[in-house]
C-alpha cells in the first residue's frame, strides 16, 4: 500500500529565506507525485507534478521538487519566500495506473513572517 | 468555464439529519472523486467515480453513499449524520486523456454536525 509522509507538520520562515519542505513516499510500484498549495479558506491548487523524465521538476510561483527514487522522496524548494506564500502545503502520491486517486500526507503548515 | 464548483458551500446538520452534496464539472472529465479534510489528517478519500454509473468506496467510505448518474455529476449523501462527519469535504476530477494525471478540487464544502 502507498503511503506518503509530510516531516514537518509546521516550518516558520521569514520573507526571503529559503525552504525546503519534506516529503517521503512509500509504493511497491511506480508512481506519479504531486505537490498542492492549499491557501486559507481554498480548494488546493496544483504547485507540479513528476510523472517521468527529468528528476527536477519547475512549477507555479517559483517552487521546484526534486524525485529521488533511491531515497523515495520529493522534498519541495523554493529559494526566497515571500509573504504570500504562506499556506498549507500537501504532498501527494499516484500509482501509474488509470482511475487511481491520490494518496495525500497530512500536510506542510508554512509561516512567512516580516 | 466554472472548473469544478460544489454546492452547498457550508451546511449545519443536527444528528441523524441527512443531506446531499452536489460536485459539477464542465471539464468532460471522466474520473470524479469526494475527499474529506480533517485538521492534521490531510485528505482521504470517500468515494469515487471512473465513469458515469460506476462508483467505488475509498478509504472511508463508511457513512456515506454516491451516486454518478451524469458525466458531469457526483453526488455525495449522508444518510444519518453524526459529529464524526463534521469535515472539509472535497470534490475533484480528472480527464482521462493527455496522460496529465493532475486531479483539479472544487472550493470545499464545510459541514458541521451537532
Known amino acids: 500500500a502507498q503511503s506518503v509522509t509530510q516531516l514537518d507538520s509546521q516550518v516558520p520562515v521569514f520573507e526571503e529565506a529559503p525552504v525546503e519542505l519534506r516529503c517521503n513516499y512509500s509504493?511497491?510500484?511506480?508512481?506519479?507525485l504531486f505537490w498542492y498549495v492549499q491557501y486559507p479558506n481554498q480548494g488546493l491548487q496544483l504547485l507540479l507534478k513528476?510523472?517521468?523524465?527529468?528528476?527536477l521538476v519547475k512549477g507555479i510561483n517559483g517552487f521546484e521538487a526534486e524525485f529521488n527514487k533511491s531515497q523515495t522522496s520529493f522534498h519541495l524548494r523554493k529559494p526566497s519566500v515571500h509573504i504570500s506564500d504562506t499556506a498549507e502545503y500537501f504532498c501527494?502520491?499516484?500509482?501509474?495506473?488509470?482511475?487511481?486517486?491520490?494518496?495525500f500526507g497530512k500536510g506542510t503548515t508554512l509561516s512567512v513572517s516580516s | 468555464n466554472a472548473g469544478v464548483t460544489q454546492t452547498p458551500k457550508f451546511r449545519v446538520l443536527k444528528t441523524g439529519q441527512s443531506m446531499t452534496l452536489l460536485c459539477a464539472q464542465d471539464m468532460n472529465h471522466e474520473y470524479m472523486y469526494w475527499y474529506r479534510q480533517d485538521p492534521g489528517m490531510g485528505l482521504r478519500l470517500i468515494h469515487y467515480?471512473?465513469?458515469?454509473?460506476?462508483?467505488a468506496k475509498g478509504e472511508v467510505p463508511d457513512g456515506y453513499n454516491v451516486s454518478r448518474l451524469k458525466k458531469q455529476n457526483f453526488l455525495l449523501g449522508l444518510e444519518s449524520a453524526a459529529p464524526s462527519q463534521t469535515s472539509v469535504y472535497f470534490c475533484?476530477?480528472?480527464?482521462?486523456?493527455?496522460?496529465?494525471?493532475?486531479?483539479?478540487f472544487g472550493p470545499g464544502t464545510r459541514l458541521t454536525v451537532t
Open positions: 475533484a476530477s480528472r480527464t482521462l486523456a493527455g496522460g496529465s494525471y493532475e486531479q483539479y
Open positions: 501527494a502520491v499516484s500509482e501509474n495506473q488509470a482511475g487511481t486517486a491520490l494518496i
Open positions: 509504493s511497491s510500484v511506480s508512481v506519479y
Open positions: 467515480s471512473v465513469g458515469e454509473g460506476t462508483t
Open positions: 513528476y510523472l517521468s523524465g527529468s528528476t
